[in-house]
């Protein structure tokens, strides 16, 4: 279940003003909203822990990851790096045998 950052903070507020108290954050997030209400249910007692926890190591709430895998910089180096694996490969070798020989006969 993916915790909206309205509701990270409102838990970080409970946890805090009622003495670190994982049952009272929960009856109070209960009482709040009803959308709340049926998150707070079903909210453990690890997953409390685990915002406050990321709070306190990181300072943020947010995600530390893009959604989206990482972008990769291309340059001149790295595709010199793959190049030369592909040379040395035996699989390259056997592809670019079988594509001269697929170009040698279509002449």
């Known amino acids: 279940m993916a915790l909206s950052l309205a509701f990270k903070l ?11 108290s994982l049952i009272a ?6 009482r709040k909203t009803s959308e709340w ?13 685990r915002v406050v926890k990321k709070l306190q190591t990181s ?14 910089i291309v340059c001149d180096r790295k595709i010199e790096r793959v ?9 390259y070798v056997c592809i670019n045998i ?6 040698g006969t279509r002449r």
């Open 10 to 20: 409102a838990i970080i507020e409970a946890y805090y003003e009622n003495g670190r």
């Open 25 to 30: 954050v929960k009856r109070i997030l209960a």
């Open 59 to 72: 300072h943020t709430l947010k995600k530390d990851s893009p959604p989206s895998r990482s972008r990769t």
């Open 98 to 103: 079988i594509y001269v020989t697929l170009l």
């Open 83 to 91: 190049r030369r694996k592909l040379e040395l490969s035996p699989r």
């Open 37 to 49: 209400r049926t998150m707070a249910q079903s909210l453990s007692n690890k997953q409390i822990l």
